[in-house]
């Protein structure tokens, strides 16, 4: 469960920043194309963690995972660039200056 415990730190701040953005103009068209942006990323993840992981190029240790896989990638694998899809566009909202209407 170390693996699972490491996600948090990330997925607590992809909120918060992420939440910090909702009076900015466009949010919803941003979470409608982050979460379009996060299911392209999770789908490209299975494919080469699964891939890279049949070869041999790494593995993990079962005793720091949840035991739940899709495929041969641990669900642990797919937190970060669900996160990613998110905090992007979002911290770069935050950077850019809000053009007025």
């Known amino acids: ?9 990330f997925a607590v701040l992809t909120l918060l920043v992420t939440l910090s953005t909702v009076r900015r103009p466009r949010f919803g068209r941003r979470m409608g194309s982050s979460a379009i942006a996060a299911l392209v990323l999770i789908a490209l993840t299975a494919v080469f963690d699964n891939i890279m992981i049949a070869v041999g190029l790494f593995t993990y240790p079962p005793e720091h995972l949840s035991g739940i896989r899709i495929g041969l990638a641990p669900l642990e694998d797919f937190s970060y660039p669900l996160c990613a899809a998110f905090v992007v566009p979002a911290v770069f909202t935050l950077l850019s200056r809000e053009r007025d209407a």
Do not use: C, F, K, Q
């Not at 469960?1 to 730190?9: D, F, K, N, Q």
């Open 1 to 9: 469960m170390i693996y699972a415990l490491l996600i948090v730190p």
